[in-house]
């Protein structure tokens, strides 16, 4: 085990800041509405320069905090972690860094990334989804497009764009459907979709609608 005095030189052994990727903090020491349940942070080019962008997930709130120094990035995921488990970062390497009860730290899972993309990304370009790849959303977690963290699993990316563009279509007829309307789903499957439109109607817009699905197929019903 590495203690909190040591952790930063231990880590930046493995850690190269200029192959950054990106890094998600998880696990919780303890629930609470005041902190966040997950960050993530990545690299992105914004107003022509380099910063390193950390997204709390507080409640459900998320807000945004851009840093410039990169010398600071690896202490500051350090002193994060003070009410957190785990942490995972890609760069030159990828890793898991946990930390237990007494705050000692430890890492894990240590391997030299393959073709890891280190381009920066350009955060006035990105594709603006109604849902976000890294923000956890339980319904999409239990139907297996997304994992634990919030991230899209691969095969399902395909997937996660469909819904994204149903719901762009949803969010252009969406004035014209009335609060507390009852909306019929026929050949509803695997309700994905279903899913998604209950999601942007009732969560995201606050429409309080009833939606019923139907299928003559036993099995995805």
Not at 37 to 49: E, Q, S, T, V
Not at 81 to 109: D, P, R, V
Not at 155 to 164: A, G, V
């Amino acid at each position: 085990m590495i203690t909190k005095d040591n952790i930063l030189e231990k880590l930046q052994e493995f850690i190269n800041i200029d192959y950054f990727s990106k890094a998600i903090i998880s696990n919780p020491i303890k629930k609470s509405e005041e902190l966040p349940k997950k960050i993530d942070i990545k690299k992105i080019m914004l107003k022509d320069k380099i910063c390193f962008q950390f997204t709390y997930y507080i409640d459900k709130k998320v807000t945004h905090e851009n840093i410039e120094d990169a010398n600071i990035i690896l202490e500051k995921i350090i002193n994060i972690m003070e009410n957190f488990k785990q942490c995972n970062i890609l760069a030159n390497n990828s890793l898991t860094l946990l930390k237990n009860k007494k705050g000692e730290f430890k890492i894990t899972g240590v391997k030299k990334s393959i073709n890891v993309d280190i381009t920066v990304q350009t955060h006035n370009k990105q594709k603006n989804y109604i849902l976000k790849d890294g923000e956890y959303i339980d319904w999409l977690y239990k139907l297996g497009v997304m994992d634990k963290n919030g991230i899209v699993v691969s095969h399902k990316q395909k997937k996660f764009r469909q819904i994204n563009k149903f719901l762009e279509m949803l969010k252009d007829v969406e004035e014209n459907l009335p609060k507390n309307a009852k909306i019929i789903d026929m050949g509803c499957g695997k309700s994905y979709l279903t899913f998604a439109m209950y999601y942007y109607f009732n969560i995201i817009k606050s429409k309080n609608v009833t939606i019923n699905g139907y299928d003559l197929k036993k099995d995805v019903v």
